[in-house]
C-alpha cells in the first residue's frame, strides 16, 4: 500500500499491511530465497512516517517480515520485527512458504505477547485453526481462497457460455450488477442501476392466482393446496416468489382458496375465493383485482404453480407495452400435457421474429398442428393505462355463468383480442416448469 503525507489523501483504510521487500514486490512464493528484503532502518523510517501521516486513531498498520521466505532463519525473522515493532508498527505479520507451521509456531513462542501477530497460512492450511488459536495468534487471513475459487468459477461459465452460446442457463448462477455495486460502495451507486440496470419491478405488482387443490397430484395434496407442496425444504410458492423479489417485484398478492389457512407465506397480501370449489380461475382473479389499489404500477398475472428463471421475469418487467404475454416455442402438441394452452402468433419464433412486433392471435388447446407456434407459460402483463379495460371485460365475462364456473385465463386474453387490443409476444425456449402432475414435482426439485 501507499500512503502519503497529505492531508489532501487522507488514509481511509482501517488497516495496511507493509512488507519488506524491496519494489517491485514479488509473490512470496515465486523463487521466495532470492528475493531481496529491503534494509531494515529504511523500513523503518517508512513506518514511522505513515504513522506520523496518521489521521484516524482506528488506522492499524500491520508491518509485514519476510525473513523465513527469504531463507534468513528465526534470528533474523525476530530482529526485524523487533525493529518494526519499535519503529511504530501496531502489529507484526510472519509469513512462511513451508506447508507445515513450524516456523511461525517457533517465532511466536519467541516472540510472546509484544504485539498481536498476523499469519497467511496458504501453504499450510491443513493445519486446524484451533492451533493457531492456542498459539495466540491474533489474525489468520486466508488470503488467496477467494480469487482461487472465483478463477475456477469463471472458468467454468466461460465453458458454459462457449458451449451454448447464451446467459439463459448461467444468469442464476451468477450475482446480479447491483450486487458488484454495492459491493463497491461507490457512491454512484443509486445513478448507475438508473442508467445501466433495466428496472425491473420498481413498478409491477404480482397476482399470483393459487385457489385450487391440484387434485392431480394426489396425496400431495391432501392436507395443503398445490402451491404450497414441499419442494427440497419449501414451498412451491415460496420458491416463486424468490424468484419475482430477485427481480425487484415486492408488491404480491396470492389468491388462496383450498386449505387456506396453510398459505401463510411472510410478506404476502391475500384474498381469498371461498368458492374455489365451484368457480373458475377468472373469479379468482376478479377477487384479486378487486383488493388491488390504484397506484399506478404494472401488473404481472400468473400462476401459483408455475416456476420461471429469473430472466423470464426480468424480460416481462422491462418491455413497454399494453398486453404482454410469454410464449415457450419450444412446446408443441405433447400428450401427457394437461390441457394446453397452445398459441397461434402473427410469426413463428425466429431470428426475424426476434426484431418485429409479434402478436398473439388465439390460445387454444384445439389449435391444429400447423398453426400452433408454442405454448403460453401463463404469465400476462397488464400496463397501468389498460387495467380498467382488464376489468370491465372480465366483468362482462363472468355475467355468463358458464365463465363463472369454469373461465380460465385463456377465455379473458381471447376475448381483449377480439375486442381489437394488441396482446405482445414474447418468445423463449423452455425454461419454465408447470407443475401438473406428479413427475412435475421430481422436475421441481432440480429446476
Known sequence: MVLARSPRCPVRATSGVRHDKLFPKTNSFIKGTAQPLADMDEFCGKIKAAKDAQSDDDFVLIARVEAFIAGWGLSEALRRAQAYYDAGADGILIHSALRVPDEVLAFKREWGDRSPVVIVPTKYYATPTEVFRDAGFSIAIWANQLLRASVTMTQKVAQQLMVEQNLLNVEDKIVPVAEIFRLQGVAEHAEAEQRYLPQ???????????????????????DKPKCMVNLQGQPLLSRIV????????????????????VVNLPGLDFVDNDEYDTTGELVSLSRGLQELPQDGQDWIIGYGDVLFKKYILQMLSGVDHDFVVIIDSSQHRQTEQIRPDYVACSLPDSTQAFYQHVDLQQISHELPEGEICGRWTGLLKVSQQEQQKLRDTLNTLLQSEQVRQQG???????????????????????????????????KAGSF
Open 200 to 222: 425491473n419491478g420498481g413498478g409491477i405488482r404480482t397476482v399470483l392466482l393459487a385457489a385450487s387443490r391440484g387434485i392431480e397430484l394426489g396425496q400431495f395434496t391432501k
Open 408 to 442: 380460465r385465463m385463456p377465455t379473458l386474453i381471447n376475448e381483449l383480442i377480439t375486442d381489437g387490443y394488441r396482446v405482445h409476444v414474447l418468445y423463449i425456449k423452455g425454461h419454465w416448469l408447470d407443475v401438473d402432475q406428479v413427475e412435475d414435482l421430481f
Open 242 to 261: 424468490e424468484e419475482h423479489h430477485s427481480v425487484g417485484i415486492q408488491d404480491i398478492t396470492v389468491v388462496r382458496g383450498y386449505k387456506k389457512e
